[in-house]
């Protein structure tokens, strides 16, 4: 009875830990007016946040990525940038008898990296790996069983991390590639 007892109270002190908000490192935009974060509510349940100085400026109820990812703010505080440094794997795309066989995009390689929303959560752009590297480069990203990692100076790739310069645009390198670069 004794230990019954204490299991449920520690049970009951646990609860409120189950349910707490986790958010991101809040990135701040170039001219340091704004900054964005995500915030995980509960799981499958999120918020994505512009803030200023003084408080909210406008918030969206969407699960643009996970805390984990990266998150840049444009200048006018109306867009967010996302890099998703850790990505799950893809579907093959639809097969194009056209391409050759030794074209073909891995269907592992066929997703996502990078989207931009707007203050109401839609997307204006997105990334897709092979439009960031070719086939021949594609061997450099780091493959795990259900995810990979691409973006250097990220989960322990070397390099220089992804950053938003003063002129506010999001410049990254993809492991054993040039510098990219998104407009806002």
Not at 31 to 46: F, M, T
Not at 67 to 82: H, I, K, Q
Not at 97 to 123: E, L, M, S, Y
């Amino acid at each position: 009875m004794r230990h019954s007892a204490l299991a449920l109270s520690l049970m009951l002190l646990a609860l409120p830990a189950l349910g707490a908000e986790r958010a991101g490192r809040a990135r701040v935009s170039a001219n340091g007016v704004y900054s964005v974060r995500l915030v995980e509510v509960s799981p499958g349940h999120c918020r994505l946040e512009m803030l200023k100085e003084d408080g909210p400026v406008w918030q969206v109820d969407a699960c643009a990525g996970t805390v984990d990812d990266l998150y840049f703010a444009s200048n006018d505080g109306e867009r967010v940038w996302v890099l998703y440094p850790l990505v799950e794997k893809g579907s093959p795309p639809p097969r194009n008898p056209k391409v050759k066989k030794k074209d073909r995009i891995p269907a592992w390689a066929n997703v996502v990296v990078a989207v931009q929303f707007d203050r109401t959560g839609q997307r204006l752009q997105e990334k897709r790996l092979p439009e960031l590297l070719t086939l021949r480069q594609l061997s450099e990203v780091r493959q795990m069983e259900h995810h990979f990692k691409w973006l250097e100076g990220t989960l322990g790739i070397p390099g220089k991390g992804p950053r938003l310069t003063d002129a506010g645009v999001v410049e990254f390198e993809p492991v054993g590639v040039k510098t990219h670069a998104l407009t806002f």
